[in-house]
């Protein structure tokens, strides 16, 4: 059964670096058959995709976060991994991460996120 | 504000049937990108409910189905039990934002 795991500090001042990192079990980082992303939810509030990882080092990332947000896979550990930079309160959430499973139509490539790890809360505070 | 708009509560009785909306638009779920749907219970991680439209990962009772016409998906569900009370959010790609998108979530309230 295929587990995430995210980890990391519950506490970032403002104007530091959020850096989170999801260890995957029960499967492969490696694996062409799946992307890795990232999900926030404030407190009270809806889900935000972050961003999404790709086993060849494609990235792909909301372009409301793009110039603050990186997101790199380690291999060797079934790890992926996100920063964030310039925190302010407003990234005060709960971040998940999660695997994307896609799937080919004559629309296009379908992704969703099929396995969620439990989430962690990361509250920015002075 | 969200590209994916769901009405924010719906509620009903235990036993009848529920539906949520999730409308979107041509850049979106009318240029046919699939819906995908999501239950949140209280304090737990999203579950994933439906995949590709109309699907449903094995283990998710046949009480939840959704579908899809024009700009628009909707998720129902029948029987409706005690147990389904949770935040439901609808998820498509958008194709002007370049990116994965949520609804807004609505909180089904079972009375």
């Known amino acids: 059964q295929l587990q995430l795991q995210e980890s990391g500090p519950g506490l970032v001042k403002p104007s530091e670096t959020l850096s989170l990192t999801c260890t995957v079990s029960?499967?492969?980082?490696?694996?062409?058959?799946?992307?890795w992303g990232w999900i926030r939810q404030p407190p009270g509030k809806g889900l935000e995709w972050i961003g999404t990882?790709?086993?060849?080092?494609?990235?792909y990332y909301n372009p409301s976060l793009k110039s603050r947000v990186t997101i790199s896979g380690d291999t060797s550990k079934n790890q992926f991994s996100l920063k964030l930079t310039s925190v302010t309160a407003a990234d005060t959430a709960v971040y998940y991460c999660?695997?994307?499973?896609?799937?080919?139509?004559?629309?296009?490539?379908?992704?969703?996120?099929?396995?969620w790890g439990q989430g962690t809360l990361v509250t920015v505070s002075s | 504000q969200s590209v994916l708009t769901q009405p924010p509560s719906v509620s009903g009785a235990p036993g009848q049937r529920v539906t949520i909306s999730c409308t979107g638009s041509?850049?979106?779920?009318?240029?046919?990108?699939?819906v995908h749907w999501y239950q949140q219970l209280p304090g737990s991680a999203p579950k994933l409910l439906v995949y590709?439209?109309?699907n449903r990962p094995s283990g998710v009772p046949d009480r939840f189905s959704g579908s899809r016409s024009g700009t628009s998906a909707s998720l129902a569900i029948t029987g409706l039990q005690a147990e389904d009370e949770a935040d439901y959010y609808c998820?498509?790609?958008?194709?002007?934002?370049?990116?994965?998108?949520f609804g807004e979530g609505t909180k089904l309230t079972v009375l």
């Open positions: 990882f790709y086993y060849s080092g494609s990235t």
């Open positions: 029960g499967g492969s980082t490696s694996s062409s058959a799946y992307y």
């Open positions: 041509t850049s979106n779920i009318g240029a046919g990108s699939h």
């Open positions: 590709g439209n109309t």
């Open positions: 998820q498509s790609y958008d194709s002007t934002l370049s990116g994965w998108i």
């Open positions: 999660a695997r994307m499973e896609y799937y080919y139509h004559s629309s296009g490539y379908q992704k969703y996120f099929d396995y």
